[in-house]
Structure formats: C-alpha cells, structure tokens
C-alpha cells in the first residue's frame, strides 16, 4: 500500500514514518522545502528505514506540490502543521495559512485522485478547558488560541468534505504527545533539558493545568490502528490514555528522576493569556478501543525514561537557556 505521509520530518511524523515501514508499507515523506536539504528528523533515521522512504519536499500550502505528492497514494497520513501555541499569538496568519489552507490542499488533491483514506491530525487543544471529564469526541470546541482555533477550522473542513463529497475522511485527535525529538517548545523536553544541562532552578508556566500524556509510539501505533480499520471512516477519534497529570506533579518527578535539588521558578513569558490557558484535558478513549484493537502500551514512568534517555544523548541540539516557542 503506497501512503503519504506529510508533515514526516516532524516529531510524530518521522515516527510514524518509521513505524510504517516496518509494517511493510510502500511510504513517501512530505517534507518542508529548504534550501539546506534539510529533512527534520527523518536525517536520524538508520539507512535501513531511509532507503525504504521516497522523500517528496514542498509546501503544504502549495496546491500544486501538494496534489503531485497525493497523486497515485492509496492513503494520506495528514500531520503538517504549525503546533506551538506562543508563536501563534503573534503569527496568527501563518498557522491559517499552514493549518486550514494547508489541510484544504490535501483534502482537494484527496477528492481529485480518489485516495482511498485520509487521516488528518487534529489535537485536543480544540475542545478549550474540559467542560466535563473524560473528554470524549462529543466534547464542545472551543478556540482558546489561534493554533487551536485553525485545528478547529481544519477539522471541519475534513468533516464537510466526507459529508459533501464522500470522501474517507478519519479526524484522528491526540492528547499531548511525548517522547525523543520533540522539540523543547514542549514542556516535558523543557524540563528534562534544563534539569540534564545541569539547571537548579527550572523555568516553566503556570503549574496547575493538567495534561492526558501519550508516548509518541502509543500515539503513532493509534494512528496506524485507526487506519487499520474499516470502522472508522467519517469518525473523529481521540487517542488518550484517559489519565491526567499536573504539570507541577510531572516536573516534580522529572526532578525527583535526574536532580532532586532543583527547584521550579515561574518565568512570566511562559504563562499564557489567562483566558487562553487550556487548564485541564483528560481524554476519553472509549471510542478508539470501540473501533479498533489499539489500547496503550506505555506507562508514563517508561516513556519519561525512554525521553530522558534519548535526551542525555541529544542534549547539543536543544538550546536550553532560551525559551522556545
């Protein structure tokens, strides 16, 4: 099965690259076009997975790219994005451009070439502050920074597009994702990068909001289960581990893990907009066990040591005393 993948120079994509090609299917990597040939985390990959990729680079904004990529695949995996929610107070118009116009590209060339399914990557950020607990996909939207506001916008677009022109369209939402190469703009690579350069006074946000943590491998094989599946055409599914964690109780831990005498400082450019900050997501994931055989593998314990691990080894990459958005 030829399958597309955008956004796989990213975190999750290259991952999901990867698990892929392990599982035998013919895979061709949309990456961001760049002048250095740069191809994000994909260049770590081992040979072995490399040879096995086609790289196609462009812009998911680009129409014409966009379509000559979706031209004869039997799947689209939808993950190019603009993900960072600080960037987005002051850059609103690229993650439009990026998240809604970006998605309407592929949704066009989809419908254009008959693809036979297409998973787009929304994310629990659309549904704001949980109005009730476990979130589940019945769970009102609510745009509480322009990043979410344009999933929100991507979303049902995605929605209206299988429900105007019958296309196969799967709306696959993860709670925050973990794990190696994410980048430090994500709080748990924030926290264990600052503790493993040796920091004694770790900078964060607010402390209180709690997050659902998935293991990047437990999110990608939920992708690949949801794909799997002939149940879930036309769904929007979460993918969660139904359990929560303050953000003060994980860094917590971390500190416990790598350097019991560090302590947390509230750094002010961290904080979000009152009325922005997400306070609390704990995802409901009844549906996804309903419609297919994924169930999570990963306890938070062994997927902070799996990161902790990789980040000991990467630690150059990550530029610690800045904030990153």
Known sequence: MNVLVTGADGFIGSHLTEELVKKGYQVKAFVYYNSFNNWGWLDTLSKEI????????????????VEEAVKGMDTVFHLAALIAIPFSYHSPDTYVDTNI?????????????HTGRVLVTSTSEV???????PIDEKHPYQGQSPYSATKIGADRLAESFYRSFQLPVTIVRPFNTYGPRQSARAVIPTIITQLLAGKTEIKLGSLTPTRDFNYVKDTVNGFISI???DKTVGEEINIATQKEISIGQLAGELIRQINPKAKIICDEQRLRPEKSEVNRLLGCN????????WKPQYSLEEGLGETIDFLKNHLDEYKVDLYNL
């Open 50 to 65: 490399m040879k096995n990729v086609e790289i196609f680079q462009g812009d998911i904004r680009d129409p014409n790219g």
């Open 101 to 113: 116009k970006g998605t309407l590209n592929v949704l066009q060339a989809a419908r254009k070439h």
């Open 127 to 133: 549904y704001g502050t949980a109005q009730y607990v």
């Open 227 to 229: 794909h799997e599946s």
């Open 286 to 293: 009844k549906k996804i066990m309903r419609l297919t055989d």
